[in-house]
């Protein structure tokens, strides 16, 4: 008689398939809960204990771990020596492994949950069972999806046992899940310990789609999730309308998010290739958008728009004039949705928390052969280290828009210049090679908008060139890092033509 071993603490769709390896004559092990529940439907089961011959203990914490039960599922069967020794210690071979895990994640997850309660659901027996049942796949067939029980079902009505391909497909479902599920552990103290960089890392997400294509239609791509921290970001976002998401709609998402964030007005961060092309904030979000729009008029084509307050009528209707490819939000009123929907294509997220910092986050980038990994760029400046550095202080419009444009440039790739008036960017220039280039081209697109704006700039600048180009276009106050070797050239150049200047003593690389 063939046997199975049953121990699951999810049970979606256990007394079915129970009910149909009873039906074909298969002997059913069980264990706790899932023993008593099987009973409870009429199941004919063996309790664990009358297998191992001893009871389960300790609380449940020892159940299977026992010679009678890792022998059964690791003993090789066609090995001359293993089978000897099974008659000998009386060990019976065990078939097929059902088994499913303590709900770590979903505890972790549970508001105002003790360290205690965590620890109890670390599994101990499970992963033994399941991780033994893989590899002894050639033999044992070893289940822990329910997903996975139908599958497993047909193909022993019809052929008796588990085809080759099935068992080790399986086998590999297990190492993966357990290997997320120990990566869940290991995350849980290294964060509670505030371990940042252990000597081994593994991290872990869970999938959320499979995507088209990457960023080029010839690249495979899937986006994934973080198991933890994923509140106000894209990753807890629900699409209300529109096509699937593509990989590059997710990273200019993302990045429209991460300039929102800065922001307490009402405000709207038009993006394209996940830098800030247009960001205005005021006291409408429909006026906040009339100046995004106005900022870059054509790079806000074919872009994304992420608002921070309720996409409201007035603002949708502006928003349907032109293409767009994503707008994200907290929520959407009634008349929006009913005029944005009218857009086939238009891709529209709805995201609770939009405003949260997620301040504990960090940042990993993939090399070729290696992945770099950092604190996040959660702050934007330390007040106290502020200091205006020419002979002209900024007036109030000025700090107030300079402050504005140091949000902006903290995201936009470098080198990296934003140039803003009236809580507008009127020039924005991403990721130049030098940062001259980037100034002229922030200029350029500008164009007459830019006399009396005011600029920032992510890094410091190594000559004057850029106070000199800054005069030229008619930009009276300027904010930076400094830290240069020759500050004070650029210094003497912004006293020359009555800019005022500011110091903030960090800069914004975002490479």
């Given at each position: 008689?063939?046997?199975?071993l049953i121990?699951?603490?999810?049970?979606?769709?256990?007394?079915?398939?129970?009910?149909s390896?009873?039906?074909?004559?298969?002997?059913?092990?069980?264990?706790?809960g899932?023993?008593?529940?099987?009973?409870?439907?009429?199941?004919?089961?063996q309790?664990?204990?009358?297998?191992?011959?001893?009871?389960e203990?300790?609380?449940?914490?020892?159940?299977?771990?026992?010679?009678?039960?890792?022998?059964?599922?690791?003993?090789?069967?066609?090995?001359?020596k293993?089978?000897?020794q099974?008659?000998?210690?009386?060990?019976?071979?065990?078939?097929i492994?059902?088994?499913?895990?303590?709900?770590?994640?979903?505890?972790?997850?549970?508001?105002g949950v003790?360290?205690?309660e965590?620890?109890?659901?670390?599994?101990i027996?499970g992963?033994?069972m399941?991780?033994?049942?893989?590899?002894n796949?050639?033999?044992?067939?070893?289940?822990?999806?329910?997903?996975?029980?139908?599958?497993?079902?047909?193909?022993l009505?019809n052929?008796?046992?588990?085809?080759?391909?099935?068992?080790e497909?399986l086998?590999?479902k297990?190492?993966?899940?357990?290997?997320?599920?120990?990566?869940?552990?290991?995350?849980?103290?290294?964060?509670?310990?505030?371990i940042?960089?252990?000597k081994?890392?593994?991290?872990?997400?869970?999938?959320k789609q499979?995507?088209?294509?990457?960023?080029?239609?010839?690249?495979s791509?899937?986006?994934?999730?973080?198991v933890?921290?994923?509140q106000g970001?894209?990753t807890?976002?629900?699409?209300?309308?529109?096509?699937?998401?593509?990989y590059?709609?997710?990273?200019?998402?993302?990045?429209a998010?991460?300039?929102l964030?800065?922001?307490?007005?009402?405000?709207?961060?038009?993006?394209?290739?996940?830098?800030?092309?247009?960001?205005?904030?005021?006291?409408?979000?429909?006026?906040?958008?009339r100046?995004a729009?106005?900022?870059?008029?054509?790079?806000?084509?074919?872009?994304?728009v992420?608002?921070?307050?309720?996409?409201?009528?007035?603002?949708?209707?502006e928003?349907a004039?032109?293409?767009?490819?994503?707008?994200?939000?907290?929520?959407?009123?009634?008349?929006?949705?009913?005029?944005?929907?009218?857009k086939?294509?238009?891709?529209?997220?709805?995201?609770?928390?939009?405003?949260?910092?997620?301040?504990?986050?960090?940042k990993?980038?993939?090399?070729?052969?290696?992945?770099?990994?950092?604190?996040?760029?959660?702050?934007?400046?330390h007040?106290?280290?502020?200091?205006?550095?020419?002979?002209?202080?900024?007036?109030?419009?000025?700090?107030?828009?300079?402050?504005?444009a140091w949000?902006?440039?903290?995201?936009?790739k470098?080198?990296?210049?934003?140039?803003?008036?009236?809580l507008c960017t009127?020039?924005?220039?991403?990721?130049?090679?030098s940062?001259?280039?980037?100034?002229e081209?922030?200029?350029?697109?500008?164009s007459?908008?830019?006399?009396?704006?005011?600029?920032a700039?992510?890094?410091?600048?190594?000559?004057?060139?850029?106070?000199?180009?800054a005069?030229?276009?008619?930009?009276?106050?300027i904010?930076?890092?400094g830290?240069s070797?020759?500050?004070?050239?650029?210094?003497?150049?912004?006293?020359?033509?009555?800019?005022?200047?500011?110091?903030?003593?960090m800069?914004?690389?975002?490479?």
């Amino acid at each position: 008689m063939k046997r199975v071993l049953i121990s699951v603490f999810d049970k979606t769709g256990i007394v079915e398939f129970a009910k149909s390896l009873d039906s074909m004559g298969w002997e059913i092990i069980s264990t706790g809960g899932t023993s008593k529940k099987l009973k409870e439907e009429g199941i004919k089961v063996q309790d664990i204990s009358d297998l191992t011959k001893f009871p389960e203990c300790f609380d449940g914490r020892v159940k299977t771990l026992h010679p009678n039960v890792e022998g059964g599922i690791l003993a090789i069967r066609d090995n001359e020596k293993h089978r000897k020794q099974m008659a000998e210690l009386g060990v019976e071979p065990i078939d097929i492994v059902v088994c499913n895990l303590y709900p770590f994640k979903q505890t972790i997850l549970k508001e105002g949950v003790s360290h205690a309660e965590i620890i109890e659901n670390i599994d101990i027996g499970g992963p033994t069972m399941i991780r033994a049942a893989a590899k002894n796949y050639k033999f044992v067939t070893v289940i822990t999806d329910p997903e996975d029980y139908r599958l497993v079902i047909d193909e022993l009505k019809n052929n008796g046992d588990t085809t080759a391909e099935t068992k080790e497909m399986l086998a590999a479902k297990v190492f993966i899940h357990t290997a997320h599920y120990d990566a869940l552990i290991a995350g849980y103290f290294s964060e509670r310990l505030n371990i940042k960089y252990p000597k081994t890392l593994t991290l872990t997400y869970e999938k959320k789609q499979d995507l088209r294509y990457g960023e080029n239609p010839h690249q495979s791509a899937a986006f994934y999730a973080s198991v933890l921290g994923t509140q106000g970001t894209l990753t807890g976002a629900v699409q209300l309308h529109g096509k699937e998401l593509s990989y590059n709609n997710i990273g200019d998402t993302d990045g429209a998010l991460e300039t929102l964030k800065e922001f307490d007005e009402p405000t709207i961060v038009a993006a394209k290739h996940a830098n800030p092309c247009g960001v205005g904030s005021a006291e409408t979000l429909a006026e906040a958008y009339r100046r995004a729009y106005e900022a870059d008029p054509v790079s806000i084509f074919g872009g994304i728009v992420a608002a921070n307050r309720e996409i409201d009528a007035a603002t949708a209707t502006e928003m349907a004039k032109i293409f767009l490819e994503v707008i994200v939000a907290p929520s959407f009123s009634k008349e929006a949705l009913e005029i944005l929907t009218k857009k086939k294509n238009l891709r529209l997220l709805q995201l609770d928390h939009i405003d949260q910092k997620n301040r504990k986050a960090s940042k990993a980038k993939t090399v070729l052969g290696g992945l770099l990994i950092q604190d996040s760029d959660t702050q934007l400046l330390h007040e106290s280290e502020l200091k205006v550095v020419t002979k002209r202080q900024p007036t109030e419009a000025e700090m107030r828009d300079l402050l504005f444009a140091w949000k902006v440039v903290k995201h936009t790739k470098s080198n990296g210049i934003a140039i803003a008036k009236d809580l507008c960017t009127t020039g924005v220039g991403p990721g130049q090679v030098s940062r001259i280039w980037a100034l002229e081209n922030a200029i350029r697109q500008g164009s007459d908008r830019i006399a009396g704006s005011v600029m920032a700039s992510d890094a410091f600048f190594p000559f004057s060139d850029c106070v000199e180009a800054a005069h030229q276009a008619g930009i009276t106050a300027i904010i930076q890092p400094g830290g240069s070797v020759r500050d004070q050239e650029s210094i003497d150049a912004a006293n020359k033509y009555g800019i005022a200047m500011i110091f903030t003593g960090m800069r914004h690389f975002k490479h």
